[in-house]
């Protein structure tokens, strides 16, 4: 009896572990039922962002007088920009600020002497007062090739030794660096002058072969002959920024700078009567005409640069009208 009794409890004891582990296994079944059904985080894409051109970004039309060869001058201009707009323009690898000239934006710049005939693109950006890009313009200018002459001219070797003068050297840093300015609140109101009453001696762009050298240098103005003490009037009205005697090559010379970019020499002259810093108007007397420096006789050379890049002085007296304050 107590045998059975035992057989029988032994039976209930097992039978109560079998409900509590099938309870376990469901238990768990269950749990990772739960666990496949609950849905994994979606992956997150990000969108490429694009830079959207805003829609106020203008093209605008580029005007361009002139004619685009080797020592002249361009005149770019872009209708509809305003005065409180500011802007730049790149071409031939050069980027130069615009001005406010004539009722619109624009940029005179230079054709060197030197430049490779072929096409080149002017890109125009017009940025507004919080320096946001208003607007754009490009268009292309295909420069050509132009032929000036040459000139042979004999020196002596006392003046040709100057040539060779460290000062000499100096004395062009100085000069180009005044021919660099760029100072855009001057206006012109009229076109530039001559500034004396002469005739061209030689002309701009000349190849010029001194003695036997076989390598020429461009001759980057006009001579103007004159009696000495002549008086040289400034072609245009602007600031001195260059007045010193005594140049190895040049003599006596003189730098005014017109704004824009634009400026012009005047060298081998008897006297100053400018010194720099001098703002002067067009048609003032600046110096007198005389044969210092390097020169075979008196005369004034009147050069014209823009950009500190020589050009045609003669382009300087058919500005547009978009270039003259009205």
């Not at 802007?87 to 980027?95: I, V, Y």
């Not at 208003?134 to 004999?154: F, N, P, S």
């Amino acid at each position: 009896m107590k045998q059975g009794k035992l057989i029988s409890t032994d039976k209930a004891r097992i039978g109560w572990v079998i409900v509590m582990l099938l309870f376990l296994i469901a238990a768990s079944l269950n749990s990772g039922a739960a666990v496949a059904q609950e849905p994994s985080p979606a992956p997150t894409v990000t969108a490429p962002q694009t830079q959207k051109t805003p829609a106020d970004v203008q093209q605008f039309q580029l005007q361009i007088k002139g004619t685009p060869q080797q020592g002249s001058v361009l005149f770019l201009s872009v209708p509809g920009t305003k005065a409180d707009q500011t802007g730049e323009c790149t071409w031939r690898n050069t980027t130069r600020p615009l001005t406010w000239q004539g009722g619109s934006l624009g940029i005179i710049i230079p054709v060197a002497l030197d430049a490779k005939p072929g096409g080149y693109t002017a890109k125009i950006t017009v940025k507004n007062r919080d320096g946001q890009v208003a607007g754009r313009a490009e268009k292309k200018i295909d420069v050509t090739a132009h032929t000036y002459g040459t000139q042979q001219l004999w020196l002596s070797q006392a003046q040709l030794n100057r040539y060779d003068d460290p000062q000499s050297d100096r004395d062009n840093e100085a000069i180009h660096k005044a021919l660099s300015f760029y100072t855009p609140g001057i206006t012109w109101t009229s076109q530039f002058i001559w500034p004396i009453n002469s005739y061209i001696s030689t002309q701009f762009g000349l190849k010029r072969f001194y003695n036997n050298d076989p390598e020429p240098e461009f001759h980057r103005g006009f001579d103007l002959p004159g009696t000495t003490g002549t008086p040289v009037k400034a072609s245009q009205k602007g600031i001195v920024r260059f007045a010193r005697e005594k140049l190895v090559l040049h003599g006596t010379a003189v730098v005014i700078d017109h704004g824009r970019g634009v400026g012009t020499l005047y060298i081998h002259m008897n006297s100053l009567k400018v010194k720099a810093g001098d703002r002067v108007e067009q048609g003032q007397v600046i110096g007198t005409v005389g044969s210092t420096g390097v020169a075979t006789g008196p005369h004034l050379h009147w050069a014209a640069y823009c950009f500190d890049v020589p050009i045609d002085p003669r382009l300087l007296f058919r500005l547009p009208a978009e270039c003259l304050e009205k």
